[in-house]
């Protein structure tokens, strides 16, 4: 999406709350969020795939609310006993948690492999620990320390870092990066596409969030700070980054920044400068290679 339509879109979107209060706002921006994530349920199988799929719900005690997940199991699972690679996958902002299913063709790019995807709720949070005062958005501790053992203990998954990846888009492509950087040594690949890498230093785009997103959330920017983090990380501890673009994509400068960053790191990486702008077609059409990229690292994915 083009950076003045996605504008537009947000001015749409909130303009019947503008005149409320800040607090009523949020709240009924909340109500709306929540309604989203209640989808139809996921089709069982996906057609000439073999990839089955499920939605779950669960009690989050860390949100104070029911949050949701969807997984995909690739093909045989039933019939089988062992335990699969993970790859959790982060959606953008104004997203559903199962909009990689809804906007790609992931279950066909993931049926050459025997991997279990796990599309994530993430809100319109940024996947942060909320610095607000009071706040229960507490979105980094609710993945690491309930939603991958919820997962971990319902489906057979293999927990050691050399069988789990994280991939995101957009504002999920942040969220990946911070996830990598707050837990390493967690993770063997981390793939963003697209991703808003800057978003807290990027204060053009807080404003434009502002409507929906309590800048405060931050906090301390040196500790959400992807570069920042990034340059004092330990390369030892950090995985393979997989970075996708588009060549018209307005978050291209940050994430040729990235880039850049990862070089003089040393950390091992790739980047992809493919056509098009910030569209689901584009981050579409890279997935085949991503999940390639992942095959070549994670040997168990491949089929036996």
């Known amino acids: 999406m083009r950076p003045l339509v996605w504008i537009l879109l947000l001015a749409c979107t909130f303009s019947a709350l503008a005149q409320q209060p800040e607090e009523e706002r949020r709240k009924q921006w909340l109500e709306r969020v929540m309604k989203a994530q209640t989808a139809a349920p996921a089709p069982p199988v996906r057609d000439g795939s073999g990839v089955t799929a499920e939605d779950v719900e669960m009690q989050s005690s860390t949100l104070g609310r029911v949050m949701h997940y969807r997984v995909l199991l690739p093909a045989g699972y039933t019939q089988s006993h062992r335990h699969y690679p ?3 996958m982060l959606h953008g902002f104004l997203n559903p948690y199962y909009e990689w299913d809804r906007q790609t063709e992931l279950a066909r790019h993931m049926a050459p492999y025997d991997v279990i995807v796990v599309l994530v709720q993430g809100d319109n949070a940024f996947y942060l620990d909320s610095a607000v005062p009071g706040s229960r958005d507490q979105y980094q ?3 690491n320390r309930e939603l991958m053992p919820h997962v971990a203990a319902r489906y057979r998954i293999i927990t050691e870092t050399h069988g ?3 991939a995101g888009v957009s504002m999920g492509g942040y969220g990946a990066m911070l996830s990598i950087l707050k837990r390493p040594g967690a993770w063997v690949f981390a793939a963003t596409f697209a991703g808003a890498v800057n978003f807290a230093q990027d204060t053009e785009l807080q404003k434009n969030l502002a409507p929906v997103f309590d800048v405060r959330a931050l906090g301390n920017r040196d500790t959400v700070d ?4 990034l340059a004092a990380a330990d390369v030892a501890l950090l ?3 997989y970075i996708v673009c588009g060549a018209d994509d307005h978050l291209l400068p940050e994430n040729l920044a990235f880039q850049k960053a990862l070089q003089e790191k040393k950390v091992r990486h790739e980047l992809h400068i493919v056509p098009g702008g910030h569209e689901w077609i584009v981050w579409d059409e890279q997935l085949p290679q991503m999940f ?6 994670i040997p168990s994915m491949r089929k036996r």
Not at 226 to 229: A, T
Not at 292 to 297: E, K, N, P, T, Y
């Open 141 to 143: 501790t609710y993945f």
């Open 164 to 166: 789990r990846a994280i």
């Open 86 to 88: 993970v790859l959790y």
């Open 239 to 241: 995985p393979y980054v």
């Open 226 to 229: 992807v570069m920042k983090l």
């Open 292 to 297: 390639a990229r992942m095959a070549q690292l």
